[in-house]
């Protein structure tokens, strides 16, 4: 099956930049929020990425009115309904997502893929929640999705060849490279990159050094763009401890376990870039 629609769900910072690459690549994308001021405030930050580029000269014009020519934005899922993609990128709830997908399965043409964007949920459940479990299945853009080459394509126990096979080939005709991955939490990137970020903390927390010198020693020592606590604050403690948990839980491993002092930062509001302040202060 050839994807020749697509439909985004959320148009936050995940969602509105699957459904940038998606119009850009020449695919008319159908965005669903929960309301119209969400909508509009995404759709609004489409627009303004998109003026960037021509900005900086890497798309004309024409191009950029192209693209956003081919979205359209909604706050009813049933306007989904010719989709032949459906991505689904909302809060990292499991029930949440559960209902998500068992309405997408009454409103969806039987031949449509249902995918999550989901980097920790349990894909088998969403598609256990419809009449189409082979076709339901994951695909983990990263953030900024414009600017990340990857997307993991998270195959359940329940996902047939022919849905991966299309999702793939999608993937790839938007400038993505994809890699597979089985349905087991946090995937392959958070399942190495977790692990990682928690023991900087707990390094950290141990007093060997300060963090601008474990953020230079991972950058310079590894080669990595930037230090565990630059990333940290870019990604989001609050998120981090999140996949941290789900994990743990998983997995019952001392290493998933969110160190002490992550949970005392999001506690005290110090989210990372977002609030103003994280493990480095972002106030001026």
């Given at each position: 099956?050839?994807?020749k ?59 950029r ?19 032949d ?10 029930t ?37 479990p ?56 958070n ?8 023991d ?33 604050d ?44 994280g ?6």
């Amino acid at each position: 099956m050839a994807i020749k629609q697509v439909g985004v769900i959320g148009c936050g910072l995940m969602g509105s930049g699957i459904a940038q690459v998606s119009a850009q690549a020449g695919f008319p994308t159908v965005v669903i929020e929960a309301n119209q001021a969400f909508l509009d405030k995404g759709l609004g930050g489409i627009r303004k990425t998109l003026d960037g580029l021509v900005a900086k000269a890497r798309i004309d014009e024409r191009a950029r009115d192209e693209t956003f020519g081919r979205l359209k934005g909604s706050v009813h899922l049933e306007d989904l309904k010719d989709c032949d993609l459906v991505i689904e990128a909302i809060t990292e709830n499991q029930t949440v997502k559960n209902e998500t997908f068992a309405k997408l399965d009454a409103i969806c043409r039987p031949h449509a893929l249902l995918a999550s964007n989901t980097s920790s949920c349990n894909v088998t459940a969403m598609a256990a929640a419809t009449r189409r479990p082979g076709q339901v299945l994951g695909l983990h853009f990263f953030n900024p999705v414009p600017l990340m080459k990857l997307v993991e394509v998270v195959r359940s126990i329940l996902t047939d060849d022919a849905s991966v096979k299309t999702a793939y080939e999608w993937v790839q005709a938007v400038g993505k490279v994809p890699v597979l991955a089985k349905d087991s939490t946090a995937f392959i990137v958070n399942r190495l990159l977790v692990p990682y970020l928690l023991d900087a903390i707990r390094v950290y927390e141990g007093g060997l050094a300060t963090l601008e010198d474990i953020d230079q020693a991972m950058k310079l020592g590894c080669g990595y763009p930037m230090g565990p606590f630059t990333l940290l604050d870019l990604v989001g403690l609050d998120t981090t401890m999140f996949v941290a948990e789900v994990m743990f839980e998983e997995f019952r491993e001392p290493r998933y376990a969110p160190p002490p002092l992550l949970k005392r930062m999001v506690m005290a509001g110090r989210l990372g870039r977002k609030s103003g302040r994280g493990f480095y202060d972002y106030s001026k």
